[in-house]
């Protein structure tokens, strides 16, 4: 089992940058392909971003294609969000997950459903 915890969310104006962390304990990072989601207030917890074990395929939401990018580093445990060119309506608690089983259609991770660890969420918020 893997505990997992968010940082790095904040207040930052229209087209300003942010760097979200997640750092995992008590299970081998490698073994699980980690994802971030994002809910805003009255609406559904939506996919953000997902990245492989070994960190060299990753996949994006359309709304935020081109302006995140997910990455991580198994020696530190820990997976990043960097986030660009934020929007007002990129605001929301953004969640890290983890998912160890072995998946027969890599899209079913973008669905929160395929993920069985989640951080508490930490939150962004984008003013106009």
């Known amino acids: 089992q893997v505990q997992l915890v968010e940082s790095g969310g904040g207040l930052v104006q229209a087209g300003g940058s942010l760097r979200l962390s997640c750092a995992a304990s008590?299970?081998?990072?490698?073994?699980?392909?980690m994802g971030w989601f994002r809910q805003a207030p009255g609406k559904e917890r939506e996919f953000v971003a997902r990245i492989n074990r070994s960190g060299d395929v990753t996949k994006y939401a359309d709304s935020v294609k081109g302006r995140f990018t997910i990455s991580r580093d198994n020696a530190k445990n820990t997976v990043y969000l960097q986030m660009n060119s934020l929007r007002p309506e990129d605001t929301a608690v953004y969640y890290c997950a983890a998912d160890p089983i072995p998946r027969a259609k890599s899209t079913e991770r973008d669905n929160a459903k395929a993920y069985q660890y989640w951080g508490r969420g930490t939150q962004v918020t984008v003013s106009s």
């Open positions: 008590g299970s081998t990072f490698s073994n699980y392909v």
